[in-house]
T-cell receptor, first 111, second 118 residues
């Protein structure tokens, strides 16, 4: 089955850019998502991208997709302390199939 | 309701006891998912309800796990004869209808029910 991998930890200084990486194994994955989880809260959808796109930008967030390498990244510009959270990459191969999640990357922002 | 509501938020139980976890999805959301999040792990899919269709139970880890949903409203996840490895946060998510015109599976998650089995 699909396997989604992420590095577990990332630490950045406030104001720097953060880049969170994700790799997946199923080349038929057509929808790729980034979720954010703050302590004690549910997952919040940040953004998603279709496999026919290479890049999507939404304010401080930039998603890059390298379909050939099955690599997805989330860049957060001007990282703030409020961005400290766990970020999950998730993929699915159709709109209704259950999402397959990575283990999450814990982002720590140092003031 | 305004969001996906789950209860209890925390449950501590003894090994061998049965537990019920409840999810109240956003009103009008026909799709409902249960996921399990073990400490330091990603989310594991458990079960998916879509309207009146037969649920997708392919993620349930054993026959001790079951879930029900009444129409398009509340869902309960039941774990019988709990084991220590069942300790996790159980997350519920809902979606309005089938995947949208964009095709994306945009889910709204609840805050989860943290289960600790002693």
């Amino acid at each position: 089955g699909e396997d989604v991998e992420q590095s577990l930890f990332l630490s950045v200084r406030e104001g720097d850019s953060s880049v969170i990486n994700c790799t997946y194994t199923d080349s038929s994955s057509t929808y790729l998502y980034w979720y954010k989880q703050e302590p004690g809260a549910g997952l919040q959808l940040l953004t998603y991208i279709f496999s026919n796109m290479d890049m999507k930008q939404d304010q401080r967030l930039t998603v890059l997709l390298n379909k050939k390498d099955k690599h997805l990244s989330l860049r957060i510009a001007d990282t703030q302390t409020g961005d400290s959270a766990i970020y999950f990459c998730a993929v699915s191969n159709s709109g209704n199939t259950p999402l397959v999640f990575g283990k999450g990357t814990r982002l720590s922002v140092i003031a | 309701g305004a969001g996906v509501s789950q209860s209890p938020s925390n449950k501590v139980t003894e090994k061998g006891k049965d537990v019920e976890l409840r999810c109240d999805p956003i009103s009008g959301h026909t799709a409902l998912y249960w996921y399990r999040q073990r400490l330091g792990q990603g989310l594991e899919f458990l079960i998916y309800f879509q309207g009146n269709s037969a649920p997708d139970k392919s993620g349930l880890p054993s026959d001790r796990f079951s879930a029900e949903r009444t129409g398009e409203s509340v869902s309960t996840l039941t774990i019988q004869r709990t084991q220590q490895e069942d300790s996790a946060v159980y997350l519920c998510a809902s979606r309005k209808g089938l995947a949208g015109s964009s095709g994306a599976n945009v889910l709204t998650f609840g805050a989860g029910s943290r289960l600790t089995v002693l």
